[in-house]
């Protein structure tokens, strides 16, 4: 058994592929697996990312679930830990960012660590402590009417304080601009003003690179996917094709969206403009006993040979607020996921072996319906979404499960053609 370099706990299925896959594009041979894994890594892999699903669960119930986690991947010798979660610090005042963190640092025995979600690659920064969303302050971004977990507070110092038992501190930009020492030595500073973890500024990938060397050896990184373009270099790997080499993509193909996210809104429209062949799922239909399922199946199945396909339910946010109003948010959200499920492994029955899932909620109830334990990370299509390679139903498929918010409007179109 090889030894871990990074052991990595997600809090959601697609925010662990787009970690893993920063990190294979980095250098590093990752495997994502679905919730703590039965047996060893493979002697040839460098990193595990574990995907919970623990964003909106209770507090008491992540902080379980992540040390569960945390636990197998020590067994593993991992020499770092990293904690992902959205690069929208999708979180309230309990949590689970800030009880995780500590949980884990707790377990580790560590006093000191970082957290940023930073992302400039999906034009998330941070700057002075407060969190933009391209050119808007978050809490002024589309986040601050998230149902879950609304932000309205962009600072992330005081988001994280109100969370943490530790003093929360700033590592601003001044600092990262001077580059891996001066990082170091404010860690240092912080550190003997008893700050236990630090929200870290970065504006620029050339920011996340500083901060990278500062980070060797510290046992435990908190962060968005950002952060990890700059730690396999610590590790001595460089960049390379050969981390994201993946089987040759074979087998029918589809898309299955029940993200409701602005960008897969237009990722949508966009497949149904280019005369993509595509079918609606109306959450009331479903409600009122019809077997959306099967109706959908026995739509695509003649059409599957001639291209993609596409099933979705995403719809703009009247439309959902009506299903809402009259289903119950928990409920609507369970009756189309189920149903999604359905359809993502009856067209997989059907031959499709090329899967793209839009929404994170969808990504964890279609993996799940696929029996997929792990996956092996590949080429990125969009920044956050690489194309992955599991066993699922007996056979090999290339998923690609895409964060509702990531991805360019011709994403549907064009994940198959890189893949191709
Ligand atoms: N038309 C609809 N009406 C009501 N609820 C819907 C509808 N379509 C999808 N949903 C539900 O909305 C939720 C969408 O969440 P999901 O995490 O899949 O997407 P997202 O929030 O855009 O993605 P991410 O978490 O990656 O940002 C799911 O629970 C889904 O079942
Ligand atoms: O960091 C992000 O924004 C994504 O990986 C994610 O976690 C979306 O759910």
Redesign the pocket.
């Known amino acids: 058994m090889g030894q871990l370099l990074l052991g990595c706990i ?3 299925f ?6 893993a896959n920063n990190l294979v594009r980095a250098g590093m041979r990752v495997v994502q697996a679905i919730g703590v894994p039965a047996g060893p890594p493979a002697a040839d892999v460098d990193v595990v990312v574990i995907a919970l699903k623990s ?1 909106t669960i209770p507090a008491s119930e992540a902080v379980v679930q992540s040390l569960a986690a945390l636990a197998w991947l020590r067994a593993q010798g991992a020499r770092q830990i990293y904690f ?5 610090f ?1 979180s309230t005042p309990a949590g689970n960012i800030g009880p995780v963190t500590e949980a884990l640092m707790d377990a580790l025995g560590c006093d000191f660590t970082i957290a940023t ?1 930073a ?1 400039p690659d ?1 034009q ?1 920064t941070v700057f002075k402590g407060h969190l933009f969303v391209g050119d808007l302050l978050l809490s002024d971004s589309g986040m601050r009417d998230h149902p879950l977990t609304p932000m309205t507070d962009a600072n992330l110092v005081r988001v994280l304080q109100a969370q943490c038992r530790r003093k929360v501190g700033l590592i601003d930009h001044a600092v990262v601009a001077r580059g891996p020492q001066a990082i170091t030595e404010r860690i240092a500073q912080l550190r003997a003003e008893g700050v236990g973890i630090a929200i870290v500024d970065a504006v620029s990938n050339g920011d996340l690179l500083r901060l990278g060397p500062a980070l060797a050896g510290m046992p435990l990184v908190t962060a ?2 950002g952060v990890a373009i700059g730690l396999p270099a610590n590790f001595g790997l460089v960049p390379s094709r050969a981390a994201s080499q993946l089987p040759s993509a074979q087998g029918l193909r589809a898309v299955v969206s029940g993200s409701c996210s602005q960008a897969t809104q237009r990722q949508v429209q966009d497949f149904i403009a280019r005369g993509g062949q595509a079918l609606a799922i109306d959450p009331q239909r479903i409600a009122e006993g019809a077997d959306m399922a099967a109706e959908a199946l026995a739509w695509a199945t003649p059409l599957l040979a001639r291209g993609p396909v596409l099933v979705y339910s995403t719809a703009d946010s009247a439309a959902v607020q009506s299903v809402q109003a009259r289903l119950g948010v928990e409920a609507a959200g369970a009756l189309v996921e189920r149903t999604l499920a359905a359809v993502a492994r009856g067209l997989v029955e059907h031959g499709v072996r090329q899967l793209v899932v839009a929404g ?1 909620e969808t990504s964890g109830a279609c993996v799940q319906a696929l029996g997929v334990a792990q996956m092996q990370i590949g080429a990125q299509i969009d920044p ?1 979404v690489p194309w992955c390679h599991a066993q699922a139903l007996g056979g090999g498929l290339h998923l690609a499960l895409k ?4 991805g360019g409007d011709d994403f549907f179109t064009r994940a198959f053609e890189v893949l191709a």
Not at 14 to 19: C, E, I, K, N, W
């Open positions: 997600a809090d959601d697609t925010g662990a592929t787009d970690l964003r992902k979660y959205c690069s929208t999708d979600p992302f999906n998330r968005g996917s994170g956050g964060s509702g918010n990531f």
